[in-house]
């Protein structure tokens, strides 16, 4: 166990450049929470972090474009879903220090330009639409790019072959923990649970406040049946724990990872998420997304209703944004 002070000198020693809107809200759910039978309800408000509609990711790019620019790098490629809520947040943090963008979205091929898609056309993404089966291919694809412009005098920095994207995320919620901390302090809140996608922002989380001696627990959901999590966020525990040089990291056995809201696969929404996504907008003018923040809010629901969550924790709902993609399924959510 660390102290405050000695976990931010630590993370203060990463470069970091601020432009997300911090600190994001906590908020009571009060009518959301009476509904399904808590009085305990709360929501990490990160989908207001600014940068193209919000979403952690914003956190994620203080710590990470520092890094591109301090090793030289002059154009970034990304390869992603035509959902994806990563590849609009990296092509605006791109665009705010000047960086061209470069996205290679799978299964994108003759789908509309709406959600996450239509706001990557917006930035100006050099955009490559992908097939179904041109998508499995697709790393092949970008090592291609990758080698036309190297050989046209760029250094491009590709998301998915360097190490440090793979533990961003993680670090930036390590710092995040600092700011949650202090806000459950200012409302008096203990017996904390908090729920958000299995990934790497709840690892952040988990790591910080293991290593502050905080008694916070979690619960991880999973989004996508694609996800080998020892491959995207467990086999990095070490990597994290002596790059900032604390003296715990997080592992398997630090939370439940539940994977009953994946559904038919990922992007496809199932009857308890849309069920969430209208409790929320109609009772709490809050907007939760197919992909990640309604899955999360679904199984916080289904589990306080089927009384699996003791009445007496502080519920937290950490909602990471994602809503432009709610517009891409207007048909199913009306």
Request: charge should be negative; hydrophobic fraction near 35%; aromatic fraction near 8%.
């Amino acid at each position: 166990m660390i102290t405050l002070e000695i976990l931010k000198n630590k993370l203060q020693k990463l470069p970091r450049y601020k432009f997300a809107h911090l600190p994001t809200p906590l908020e009571k759910i009060e009518r959301l929470g009476s509904d399904i039978g808590t009085p305990n309800l709360w929501v990490k408000r990160e989908d207001t972090t600014g940068l193209v509609l919000g979403g952690n990711k914003a956190r994620h790019y203080e710590f990470e474009i520092p890094h591109i620019i301090d090793e030289g790098y002059d154009v970034l490629i990304n390869i992603m879903d035509y959902h994806s809520n990563n590849a609009r947040m990296t092509g605006a943090a791109a665009n705010k220090f000047g960086i061209p963008y470069v996205l290679i979205s799978e299964y994108a091929k003759g789908k509309p330009k709406q959600g996450n898609m239509l706001i990557d056309v917006l930035l100006g993404a050099e955009i490559h639409a992908l097939s179904s089966e041109e998508s499995k291919n697709s790393k092949e694809y970008s090592k291609k790019l990758e080698k036309e412009l190297l050989n046209n005098g760029k250094k491009p920095y590709l998301l998915q072959e360097h190490r440090f994207p793979s533990i961003v995320g993680i670090i930036a919620y390590i710092n995040a923990t600092l700011e949650l901390n202090e806000q459950f302090q200012e409302k008096g809140l203990d017996n904390i649970h908090i729920f958000g996608v299995a990934g790497r922002s709840l690892c952040g989380l988990v790591t910080g406040s293991k290593n502050l001696g905080l008694d916070w627990k979690f619960t991880g959901i999973r989004v996508s049946e694609k996800t080998d999590f020892n491959d995207y966020i467990f086999k990095n525990s070490e990597y994290v724990k002596e790059l900032l040089d604390l003296p715990l990291t997080y592992s398997k056995d630090d939370f439940p990872i539940i994977h009953d809201y994946i559904g038919d696969g990922y992007g496809i929404l199932t009857p308890s998420v849309k069920e969430a996504i209208l409790k929320a907008a109609k009772l709490e003018g809050l907007l939760v997304d197919p992909n990640y923040s309604g899955p999360v809010l679904a199984s916080i629901i289904d589990r306080i209703k089927n009384n699996q969550i003791d009445k007496k924790e502080n519920v937290v709902f950490l909602h990471t944004g994602g809503l432009p993609s709610l517009f891409s399924y207007s048909d199913e959510l009306t």
